[in-house]
């Protein structure tokens, strides 16, 4: 079992940058592909990045491509988001997860960190 932590959120102007990051503990990290979720005020969740236990393979949604960069630090336990070019839409709440490399469920998941972006 898979503990998981974010940390990063806050509030930024329009055009600005942040960077999550996602702590793990309680497990073998490198046993899972990880990802990022959002959710904005009044939608539902929604797929962010994807990266896999390896770092071989990284995965966007076409919303964030080319402006968010997923990477991870298996020696830290850690995956990140960098958030560039920030958009007032981007504005959600941002989950960590984790899934085992071997399945497709995301079984781990944060409690999740806030991002606002003002115009």
């Known amino acids: 079992q898979v503990q998981l932590v974010e940390s990063g959120g806050g509030l930024v102007q329009a055009g600005g940058s942040l960077r999550l990051s996602c702590a793990a503990s309680?497990?073998?990290?490198?046993?899972?592909?990880m990802g990022w979720f959002r959710q904005a005020p009044g939608k539902e969740r929604e797929f962010v990045a994807i990266?896999?236990?390896?770092?071989?393979?990284?995965r966007y949604a076409d919303s964030v491509k080319g402006r968010f960069t997923i990477s991870r630090d298996n020696a830290k336990n850690t995956v990140y988001l960098q958030m560039n070019s920030l958009k007032p839409e981007d504005t959600a709440i941002y989950y960590c997860?984790?899934?085992?490399?071997?399945?497709?469920?995301?079984?781990?998941w944060g409690q999740g960190t806030q991002v606002t972006v003002s115009s």
């Open positions: 997860t984790a899934r085992v490399r071997t399945q497709s469920v995301y079984a781990f």
């Open positions: 309680g497990g073998t990290f490198s046993r899972y592909d």
């Open positions: 990266i896999t236990w390896n770092s071989i393979i990284t």
